[in-house]
């Protein structure tokens, strides 16, 4: 019987293994597209024939004050360095000069990103040029309060986006495990909001009473009906942005689509692209699955493995087994993140989480809660191990015990494995029958 090869990303180098060919089900690998070949190209097109909505160049007023927003340093994949001129080009040739223009860098519940930090996000000659900030989520002075959405959430959000003329939003889309998409309205909420409308919010992640753990329908692809994705487009409606451009990355993290216009039909244009490049449909689920979150620094600690884990539970069935390929060479960071996972048991976490609400926490949960469909073998270095010993997951430090583990817990006595060389990325959408 012939042995399918697979090598598959592990830190800074790779892991190779095989699996007989009659027992692989799929390798989940996404929709190879090629980048833009030119951006700023590409970038400036967009600005002219945007979706929805007249050029940004005869939105602006001459003299008006403008605010652009940028994602923090955890997006730098989104290559503002390289677009951000253009953008300013053409806001100077609508007759807005550099002086009136500020880019305020929404970090919404994260950390305040660095004055280095800012000349990566922007590129030297957009700092020297314009003034930068960071929003401070926890800054009240410099907070508005706006009103209250139809599900309780009360809105505050920074005071100088909201006393701008022209607010301008830059991001970029890929899949969330919470809010069903990133971009678009994630500049607003959490992007520029207060840390009390931030939390109020994201408690939709969450089950309505305590024990119901996450929320299902806060998930990837999952816009309708997902409370928490409708609360955010609700805070972003009062600041009615005048003009949105994301952008959204292909399987190799280069730019394949720059998306302008209106607040939200751009963005509903670019969650398409979206689908096309990391939905991949499956038929059924498998015994095992192998993913890897795509090797360093995708997999630096367990909290940015949580979405490979989310993902590998979409390809698994029921009282199947996940392999997940993650070095974590710094498991213990970020440590509010492991301080949750400190906890007795995930109701206890859930609980705390109802009370003093983080991403960090809800990450925490989601990956406890993954175990609910069948054990998840962690592959990972060998000093992790005493670390990881309060959690659920299995811990191995090789590919060959990671699959005797595998063979032996899921049950089948030849097992369908399906392969996931993009785990942090590729999204398994299960058709039913």
Same mark, same amino acid.
């Given at each position: 019987?012939?042995?399918?090869?697979?090598?598959?990303?592990?830190?800074?180098?790779?892991?190779?293994?095989?699996?007989?060919?009659?027992?692989?089900?799929?390798?989940?690998?996404?929709?190879?597209?090629?980048?833009?070949?030119?951006?700023?190209?590409?970038?400036?097109?967009?600005?002219?024939?945007?979706?929805?909505?007249?050029?940004?160049?005869?939105?602006?007023?001459?003299?008006?004050?403008?605010?652009?927003?940028?994602?923090?340093?955890?997006?730098?994949?989104?290559?503002?360095?390289?677009?951000?001129?253009?953008?300013?080009?053409?806001?100077?040739?609508?007759?807005?000069?550099?002086?009136?223009?500020?880019?305020?860098?929404?970090?919404?519940?994260?950390?305040?990103?660095?004055?280095?930090?800012?000349?990566?996000?922007?590129?030297?000659?957009?700092?020297?040029?314009?003034?930068?900030?960071?929003?401070?989520?926890?800054?009240?002075?410099?907070?508005?309060?706006?009103?209250? =959405?139809?599900?309780?959430? %009360?809105?505050?959000?920074?005071?100088?986006?909201? @006393? #701008? *003329?022209?607010? /301008?939003? !830059?991001? &970029?889309?890929?899949?969330?495990?919470?809010?069903?998409?990133?971009?678009?309205?994630?500049?607003?909420?959490?992007?520029?909001?207060?840390?009390?409308?931030?939390?109020?919010?994201?408690?939709?992640?969450?089950?309505?009473?305590?024990?119901?753990?996450?929320?299902?329908?806060?998930?990837?692809?999952?816009?309708?009906?997902?409370?928490?994705?409708?609360?955010?487009?609700?805070?972003?409606?009062?600041?009615?942005?005048?003009?949105?451009?994301?952008?959204?990355?292909?399987?190799?993290?280069?730019?394949?689509?720059?998306?302008?216009?209106?607040?939200?039909?751009?963005?509903?244009?670019? =969650?398409?692209?979206?689908? %096309?490049?990391?939905?991949?449909?499956?038929?059924? @689920? #498998? *015994?095992?699955? /192998?993913? !890897?979150? &795509?090797?360093?620094?995708?997999?630096?600690?367990?909290?940015?493995?949580?979405?490979?884990?989310?993902?590998?539970?979409?390809?698994?069935?029921?009282?199947?087994?996940?392999?997940?390929?993650?070095?974590?060479?710094?498991?213990?960071?970020?440590?509010?993140?492991?301080?949750?996972?400190?906890?007795?048991?995930?109701?206890?976490?859930?609980?705390?989480?109802?009370?003093?609400?983080?991403?960090?926490?809800?990450?925490?949960?989601?990956?406890?809660?993954?175990?609910?469909?069948?054990?998840?073998?962690?592959?990972?270095?060998?000093?992790?191990?005493?670390?990881?010993?309060?959690?659920?997951?299995?811990?191995?430090?090789?590919?060959?015990?990671?699959?005797?583990?595998?063979?032996?817990?899921?049950?089948?006595?030849?097992?369908?494995?399906?392969?996931?060389?993009?785990?942090?990325?590729?999204?398994?959408?299960?058709?039913?029958?």
């Amino acid at each position: 019987m012939a042995d399918r090869q697979f090598h598959l990303k592990y830190g800074k180098g790779t892991l190779s293994f095989q699996i007989p060919e009659s027992q692989v089900l799929y390798e989940l690998t996404g929709k190879e597209v090629p980048p833009l070949p030119d951006l700023g190209r590409a970038y400036r097109q967009a600005l002219e024939r945007p979706i929805d909505s007249p050029p940004l160049r005869e939105i602006v007023r001459p003299g008006e004050k403008v605010v652009v927003t940028v994602s923090d340093i955890t997006r730098g994949w989104q290559r503002n360095d390289r677009v951000l001129p253009v953008l300013l080009a053409t806001l100077n040739e609508a007759g807005i000069p550099d002086e009136n223009i500020t880019i305020l860098i929404v970090v919404g519940a994260h950390r305040l990103n660095t004055e280095s930090e800012f000349m990566e996000l922007c590129g030297s000659e957009v700092c020297r040029r314009v003034r930068a900030v960071n929003h401070d989520c926890g800054d009240e002075k410099n907070m508005v309060y706006v009103g209250k =959405t139809s599900r309780g959430t %009360e809105v505050s959000v920074n005071r100088m986006a909201l @006393e #701008a *003329d022209r607010l /301008i939003l !830059t991001g &970029g889309v890929i899949y969330h495990y919470m809010a069903g998409y990133g971009g678009g309205r994630k500049s607003i909420l959490p992007g520029l909001s207060s840390i009390k409308t931030i939390r109020q919010n994201h408690l939709w992640g969450l089950g309505p009473s305590p024990g119901s753990g996450s929320n299902p329908r806060a998930a990837s692809r999952r816009t309708r009906g997902n409370e928490l994705h409708e609360d955010m487009m609700e805070i972003a409606g009062f600041l009615k942005p005048d003009f949105i451009v994301n952008t959204v990355p292909n399987l190799n993290g280069e730019i394949a689509g720059v998306f302008a216009g209106n607040w939200v039909s751009a963005w509903m244009q670019a =969650t398409q692209l979206v689908d %096309e490049i990391f939905g991949v449909e499956i038929q059924e @689920e #498998a *015994d095992i699955v /192998i993913a !890897t979150a &795509g090797g360093y620094p995708k997999d630096i600690n367990l909290y940015q493995t949580g979405k490979t884990m989310d993902n590998a539970f979409y390809a698994m069935k029921k009282g199947g087994v996940a392999i997940i390929l993650s070095e974590c060479p710094d498991i213990t960071e970020p440590r509010e993140f492991f301080q949750w996972l400190e906890y007795p048991s995930a109701l206890e976490l859930e609980r705390a989480l109802r009370e003093n609400f983080t991403i960090a926490g809800w990450v925490a949960l989601k990956e406890l809660e993954c175990n609910n469909k069948g054990p998840f073998v962690l592959l990972t270095r060998r000093e992790n191990f005493p670390f990881l010993r309060q959690t659920p997951f299995f811990t191995v430090d090789s590919m060959e015990a990671a699959l005797g583990l595998a063979y032996q817990r899921c049950g089948a006595r030849n097992p369908k494995v399906t392969v996931m060389p993009q785990g942090a990325n590729t999204l398994p959408i299960l058709k039913r029958k």
